[in-house]
């Protein structure tokens, strides 16, 4: 049977897509690889490869040993730390995403998801409901191989017929991994601190607007691309994606409302550059429109269940040390 591969399975986002498609093909039909053993809850949830993103031997070793159909590429370097290592970062993102193409266009799979991000828009884009055909000019590495990868995710299709979905991500906010180096990271840094410390000191100030969208919401959102007929998916660059947009003032607002003596200060630092060149809020309707999607977590419904679920995880961790 044709199996699923996820390279960068260790990652935030990776991991929890992970178990989400073990659950929907079964732990048997898919693979988890990343470059090594970090997250041990994924490498122990089944099968579990390394593989190195950049080198194309490594996965093709592992589309032919498992008979891969379908590739997830999740591995990436992100906006914040991509600015430290700008030559690295275009190098796994670009090298990892033109392998995968290649794999594709020579028949050994069948099916991509690669995520492209916000980060592919800038200064010069239209900051509140950003259309999904606009100027794009970023200002990171982080996205110009966004931008970049999504004219060659465009071109491999139209070329050569690579069956290559993509979604323009957001902010993506989960309890269950911490973020891995993006601008957006301080809305899930400020739910562990609420409750660790009541305290919060933002690397954003208080009225930046960004675009953001609950771990669930993000995960279904790439499952339900992923199973659309083909016919539906009219764009092969990648989709705008929207949910929800809050600045850190209104995110520390909500958390009051389940801890009032929580209190947040701002020291904005480089990343503020960063988001101040990102868009404030996504027309995604093109998204809506071809395959149906739709978000369920709002800014409190997703409060709510951070605060919940984090509460519990340090409550555990305190009864078994």
């Known amino acids: 049977m044709p199996k699923v591969l996820i390279i960068g399975a260790g990652g935030q986002i990776g991991s929890e897509l992970t178990f989400k498609l073990k659950d929907i093909?079964?732990?048997?039909?898919?693979?988890?690889?990343?470059i090594g053993y970090h997250n041990l809850e994924v490498v122990n949830s089944g099968i579990f490869e390394i593989v190195d993103a950049q080198d194309y031997n490594s996965i093709k070793i592992c589309v032919e040993k498992h008979n891969i159909d379908t590739i997830y590429l999740m591995a990436?370097?992100?906006?914040a730390t991509g600015e430290k290592y700008p030559m690295k970062a275009w190098d796994l993102n670009m090298n990892s995403l033109f392998h995968v193409l290649n794999l594709a266009k020579d028949g050994f799979i069948k099916h991509i998801f690669w995520p492209s991000s916000i980060a592919v828009f800038g200064p010069t884009t239209p900051t509140e409901n950003t259309p999904q055909h606009t100027t794009m000019e970023p200002t990171t590495v982080y996205g110009i191989t966004?931008?970049?990868?999504?004219r060659w995710c465009e071109y491999y299709n139209k070329k050569y017929g690579v069956d290559v979905r993509s979604i323009r991500y957001p902010g993506i906010i989960s309890w269950k991994t911490m973020p891995g180096g993006g601008t957006t990271d301080?809305?899930?840094?400020?739910?562990?601190?609420?409750?660790?410390?009541?305290?919060?000191?933002?690397?954003?100030s208080e009225h930046t607007e960004l675009p953001m969208m609950y771990m669930d919401d993000a995960i279904n959102a790439t499952v339900n691309l992923m199973q659309a007929p083909a016919e539906q998916v009219k764009i092969r660059s990648s989709y705008n994606l929207g949910a929800i947009s809050f600045t850190p003032l209104t995110i520390s607002e909500e958390?009051?409302?389940?801890?009032?003596?929580?209190?947040?200060?701002?020291?904005?630092?480089?990343?503020?550059?960063?988001?101040?060149?990102?868009?404030?809020?996504?027309?995604?309707?093109?998204?809506?429109?071809?395959?149906n999607w739709n978000h369920e977590f709002d800014l409190e419904k997703m409060t709510t269940e951070m605060l919940k679920q984090l509460g519990r995880k340090y409550q555990d961790s305190e009864i078994n040390s």
Not at 25 to 34: F, I, L, T
Not at 76 to 79: E, F, I, T
Request: charged share 30%; glycine share 2%.
């Open 25 to 34: 093909h079964g732990s048997k039909n898919v693979v988890a690889s990343d």
């Open 255 to 291: 958390i009051k409302k389940h801890i009032p003596d929580f209190e947040i200060t701002y020291s904005p630092d480089y990343r503020q550059q960063i988001a101040d060149s990102w868009p404030k809020s996504i027309d995604d309707s093109a998204a809506r429109e071809d395959w």
């Open 186 to 204: 301080y809305a899930v840094e400020i739910y562990h601190q609420a409750i660790l410390d009541k305290h919060y000191d933002c690397f954003l």
């Open 76 to 79: 990436a370097m992100l906006s």
């Open 146 to 150: 966004k931008q970049v990868g999504e």
